[in-house]
């Protein structure tokens, strides 16, 4: 004869199946589709919209991520259940998961291009926001090892390491002065391939022969969230002609609207009337006021503080190709370095360069990844 506490107990599981279960599983199923849904918009729109830009800027993997663990649960409940608890949506979302993950696979990742043979080009640009503490041991090493023409660092930290990482960066080229890392804003130079302004250090196996920058702040708030510089230096002996390097640094913070952003950004870049520097016979940087605007980038590179793919960024780099987009493969995410969801240190081609590889290395050090990019000469 079975007892009454065992009848009870085998009635509440009972209602846990016919009941709990069918909508716990049908929940798990309504917030996938409701987290793509905004996914979706996010897509759509990016930041065209104050609003949708923080839709845009969830991570397609996490997203893709989490809602395969809803959905994934959700079926194993259903199993789990005595009656159906949201079935065709969970089966609708399934394939649309399906869908999505291979298109984020191939046609965000371009995941195919691992197959494909990846060509060296003429002129290899390294860009790497450092934002390191003290944990500088082997940058310069690292930096040196990817063999680049032009290595620009941005925001080394003002620590007792900092001089030899720039004196590093001065043995780019062949004629290598450490020197010149401790006299960073002087107007007179002994060699040219080194530059160090605005919290920004160029390298270069050429010759630096022009340079300029433009600082602006949002919402006149001065403070390094808020703060962005966009400089230009023209480098010649790397190819035929002269290539002119657009460096960029965005503000950060998370309130601002990149459409704004990006639009102070390229509104003071065509209001930039100097100083100009130019490279005397003298050696010498010779200041000059009169420009009008900043030359045409065959580069642009840097921390746009921007997702890759954003409306926002045409507004400054116009129709430029973008170097993942181009050439690489992979999610290519530059931040957060420990746990990678966004593409925010990026490289656009200008008119005259090809991408031909676009890389994605790990410092084990710092908050960026850098980008190593192989570009080639129309």
């Known amino acids: 004869m079975e007892r009454p506490s065992e009848s009870r107990s085998r009635g509440a599981i009972a209602s846990l199946r016919r009941k709990g279960l069918p909508m716990v599983a049908r929940v798990l199923t309504a917030l996938a589709a409701v987290l793509l849904a905004a996914w979706g918009c996010g897509q759509y729109w990016t930041d065209e919209h104050h609003s949708t830009q923080y839709l845009w800027w969830m991570p397609t993997h996490w997203v893709i991520g989490v809602c395969w663990v809803l ?112 006299r960073p804003d002087s107007l007179v130079v002994g060699p040219t391939r080194f530059l160090f302004r605005h919290e920004i250090a160029v390298a270069t196996r050429g010759q630096i022969v022009r340079w300029g920058s433009v600082t602006f702040q949002m919402r006149g708030v001065d403070d390094e969230s808020h703060r962005g510089v966009v400089m230009f230096v023209e480098i010649t002996g790397l190819s035929d002609n002269p290539v002119v390097v657009w460096i960029v640094d965005l503000p950060s913070h998370a309130s601002l609207w990149r459409q704004e952003v990006a639009a102070e950004a390229a509104r003071a870049v065509m209001e930039w009337r100097g100083p100009e520097f130019r490279l005397t016979s003298l050696g010498q940087w010779e200041p000059a006021i009169g420009a009008d605007g900043f030359p045409e980038p065959g580069v642009i590179v840097g921390d746009f503080n921007i997702p890759r793919a954003s409306a926002s960024l045409r507004t400054l780099v116009g129709k430029r190709a973008e170097s993942h987009a181009s050439r690489g493969w992979g999610p290519a995410t530059t931040w957060n370095r420990t746990w990678p969801g966004w593409s925010i240190d990026l490289l656009f081609a200008g008119a005259g360069w090809t991408v031909t590889r676009h890389r994605v290395v790990d410092p084990r050090m710092g908050m960026h990844r850098m980008i190593v990019v192989d570009l080639k000469a129309e």
Not at 100 to 119: E, F
Not at 123 to 137: A, C, F, I, K, S
Request: hydrophobic share 50%; net charge neutral; glycine share 10%.
């Open 71 to 182: 959905v994934v649960v959700s079926w194993a409940l259903e199993r789990l259940s005595l009656r159906l608890g949201g079935f065709q949506l969970r089966s609708l979302m399934t394939l649309a998961l399906l869908v999505l993950s291979g298109w984020m696979l191939v046609g965000a990742w371009h995941i195919h291009r691992a197959v494909m043979p990846q060509r060296a080009g003429d002129l290899r640009v390294l860009y790497w926001n450092m934002t390191v503490g003290r944990e500088l041991n082997g940058a310069v090493e690292l930096v040196l090892a990817q063999e680049p023409d032009v290595a620009i660092i941005a925001n080394p930290r003002l620590d007792g390491l900092r001089g030899r990482l720039l004196a590093g960066l001065g043995t780019l080229g062949s004629e290598p002065d450490p020197e010149a890392s401790e």
